[in-house]
C-alpha cells in the first residue's frame, strides 16, 4: 500500500591520499560531489491539480545489497558520533611546523588534511588508529592546547521515527516538528480527557446481550502505539456504565491518537503531546452499539454533560469535544463552563455542515461564550477553510480537518481495519451480518485517514496541553495564547477565528513574554 522509497547511494571508496605533514592537501572527490554542469535546461513545467493517483511504483531490490560509506564510529560511552581516522588538534601559539610535525608522528598521524582558524588544524590518522586514543595522547603533549574527536553535528529539529509520520503534513502545518523543540510531547502528569466513542484499554473479549440477535462476544485489543501501561486515567462507558469504554466506531480511537499517539517508537504515527495520559470517556455510540443495544442514552445532553463533569472531577485538564449537535444544549454549556471553572481547557469541533446549510451547532456556539473553551474550524492541506467547516462567529481557531479519506489530504492515525469492523455498514446490513454469523472484531488496526472538524480539535487540545506543560495553567490563558500567536490564514473571521493555530509560534512567544 505504501511507497517505499528505495535510495540508491553511490559507494565511494576514496583514494588513499597521502600527503606532506606540513602542508594542507585540496581534498580530492573523486565521485560523492555535486557539480553544476552548465547544460542547456528545458523550462520548468507546471502542471494543474492532478486528480488521479500517482501509479503505484515498486522496486524489484531482489539481490540489491547497498552499502554506505564508512565514514563515523560510535563514542560507546556516549553514544556520540565522529569521523573515523580525524582528531581536531589546536596547537600552542609557538608551536613550529617542525612541532606540528613531530605531534603528527607521534600518534601515528597520517597527514594534516587543513589548517582552520584558530590555530586549529584537521588531522587525518593512519586508519588503524583510534581518534578517541590519539586525542588522549594528544592532549598530554606540550605542543597541544586542545584536542577533540571530530565530533558530528545534527539539526536540532525533533523527527520522530515513526513508521508512517510522513504522512502527518497536518503536524508540519502547525509548526509541531519546531514547537517539540520547545516542549516535546507535554508532561506525563498532564490528563486529557477524549470524551467520544470510546478507547479500547483492555485486550479482552466482551459479551454483548443484543436484543436483536443474542449473546455476542467482541474481541478487544488495547490500542497499539497509543494505549500503555499506566497511560489511562479514570476511564469510563457512559453509554454501559461501566469501567471500560471500548470503542465499536473507531472515532474516539483516532481522535485520541492524534493528541497522544506514542510518538518516536519506530511504529505508527506520531501524536500532539504525546506524553500525556489519556482519559477516554465513551458518551457517543457507534452503529454496533446500536445493534447490540437499540436502547441506550449515548449522545444525549445529559450523558456528554456528565462525562465533562467526570473529566474535571477527576483530574482532566484538557477536554476534546469532537461532537456536536443541531439543538441547543445548556446543560452542556454550565457543564463546560464548571470545567474551566475547575482549571480545564476544553476545545469544541465547529461542525461539518457548512454544504448542508451551515446550522448552528452545540456545544460549538458556546466556545465562544466561554473563556477558556474554543470552538475548532477545520482547514485541508492548502491552509484553507476545508468546504465542510462551519462558518460561523463562533469559530475561533481553525486546525488541520483535511478534505478527503485518503493518506495525502486526509489526518492519518490509527484506526480499525475496516474490514474486521464493518463499521461502515449501515445499520440493517450489521443486523444480518450477524444473523449470517459475521462477528466484528476491534483487535485489528492499521493507519487511517479520516477528516472533519473532529480531526482538527484535538490538535487544539494536544497543543493546549503543551502550553499547559509549559506553564500556563489557566484555560483562559491557554485560550489567550493560542489566539495571540495564531497564524493569520487566508480565512475570514468568520471561517477561522484567529486564524490556523501554530505550536511554535504559541510556546516560544511564551517564553519570549515571560
Ligand atoms: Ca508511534
Ligand atoms: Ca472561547
Known amino acids: 500500500m505504501y511507497l517505499r522509497l528505495v535510495g540508491l547511494f553511490a559507494v565511494v571508496t576514496a583514494a588513499a591520499l597521502v600527503g606532506s605533514a606540513q602542508e594542507p592537501q585540496p581534498t580530492a572527490r573523486p565521485f560523492a560531489y555535486k557539480q553544476r554542469t552548465h547544460d542547456v535546461p528545458t523550462p520548468g513545467f507546471l502542471g494543474g491539480l492532478r486528480r488521479e493517483p500517482a501509479p503505484h511504483i515498486t522496486f524489484d531490490t531482489t539481490g540489491v545489497t547497498l552499502s554506505l560509506p ?40 597520517r597527514r594534516m588534511v587543513r589548517v582552520l582558524p584558530a590555530n586549529w ?46 504522512l502527518q503534513w497536518n503536524f508540519e502545518a502547525i509548526n509541531l516538528p519546531v514547537a517539540w523543540q ?8 498532564v490528563v486529557v ?24 462476544p467482541v474481541r478487544f485489543a488495547e490500542v497499539p502505539d497509543l494505549v500503555s501501561d499506566g497511560r489511562i486515567v479514570s476511564p469510563y462507558d457512559f453509554v454501559y456504565d461501566d469501567e471500560f469504554p471500548v470503542d465499536l466506531d473507531g472515532h474516539g480511537t483516532h481522535v485520541a491518537g492524534t ?58 485538564k484538557v477536554i476534546n469535544l469532537s461532537l456536536g449537535g443541531l439543538g441547543a444544549a445548556p446543560t452542556l454549556r454550565d457543564a463546560i463552563s464548571y470545567a474551566v471553572s475547575r482549571g480545564a481547557f476544553v476545545a469544541i469541533a465547529a461542525g461539518n455542515s457548512f454544504e448542508d446549510g451551515n446550522p448552528v451547532e452545540y456545544p460549538a456556539a458556546y466556545g465562544e461564550q466561554i473563556n477558556g473553551a474554543m470552538t475548532v474550524g477545520a482547514v485541508n492541506r492548502s491552509s484553507r477553510r476545508a ?41 440493517p446490513e450489521q443486523a444480518l451480518a450477524l444473523t449470517l454469523g459475521f462477528r466484528p472484531r476491534f483487535d485489528r488496526f492499521e493507519p487511517l485517514p479520516l477528516s472533519g472538524t473532529s480531526m482538527a480539535t484535538p490538535h487544539v487540545a494536544g497543543v493546549a496541553a503543551l502550553l499547559y506543560s509549559q506553564g500556563i495553567r489557566n484555560p483562559s490563558a491557554i485560550e489567550e495564547a493560542i489566539t495571540r500567536f495564531a497564524r493569520p490564514i ?22 519570549l513574554a515571560r
Open 70 to 109: 564508512d565514514v563515523w564510529d560510535v563514542d560507546p560511552g556516549t553514544g556520540a558520533q565522529y569521523r573515523r581516522g580525524e582528531v581536531l588538534v589546536r596547537f600552542r601559539d609557538d608551536v613550529d611546523a617542525i612541532g606540528r610535525a613531530r605531534t603528527l608522528q607521534s600518534v601515528r598521524g
Open 121 to 166: 588544524s584537521l588531522m587525518e590518522l593512519q586508519p588503524e588508529v583510534s581518534p578517541l586514543q590519539s586525542v588522549s595522547v594528544l592532549q598530554a603533549m606540550p605542543e597541544v592546547e586542545e584536542a577533540s574527536p571530530n565530533f558530528r553535528l545534527r539539526t536540532q529539529q525533533f523527527r520522530p521515527n515513526d513508521e508512517f509520520h510522513h
Open 182 to 189: 520547545i516542549n516535546p510531547g507535554a508532561r506525563d502528569d
Open 193 to 216: 480527557a477524549v470524551v467520544d466513542t470510546g478507547l479500547n484499554a483492555v485486550t479482552d473479549t466482551f459479551v454483548f446481550f443484543s436484543p436483536l440477535v443474542g449473546q455476542i
Open 259 to 316: 493528541i497522544a499517539q506514542q510518538t518516536d517508537n519506530g511504529i505508527g504515527l506520531a501524536g500532539v503531546a504525546f506524553n500525556v495520559k489519556l482519559m477516554p470517556l465513551k458518551v457517543i455510540t457507534g452503529g454496533w452499539d446500536d445493534v447490540f443495544n437499540p436502547s441506550h442514552r449515548g449522545g444525549a445532553v445529559d450523558v456528554v454533560s456528565a462525562a465533562v463533569r467526570h473529566a474535571a472531577d477527576n483530574g482532566a
Open 387 to 427: 468546504s465542510y467547516s462551519a462558518v460561523h462567529p463562533y469559530v475561533e481557531i481553525c486546525a488541520p480537518g483535511g478534505d478527503a479519506f485518503d493518506f495525502e489530504r486526509g489526518i492519518t492515525q490509527v484506526g480499525y481495519e475496516e474490514a474486521s469492523t464493518r463499521s461502515l455498514w449501515t445499520f
Open 490 to 511: 487566508d480565512a475570514t473571521a468568520d471561517q477561522c477565528g484567529a486564524g490556523l493555530v501554530d505550536a511554535r509560534r504559541a510556546l516560544r512567544g511564551l517564553g
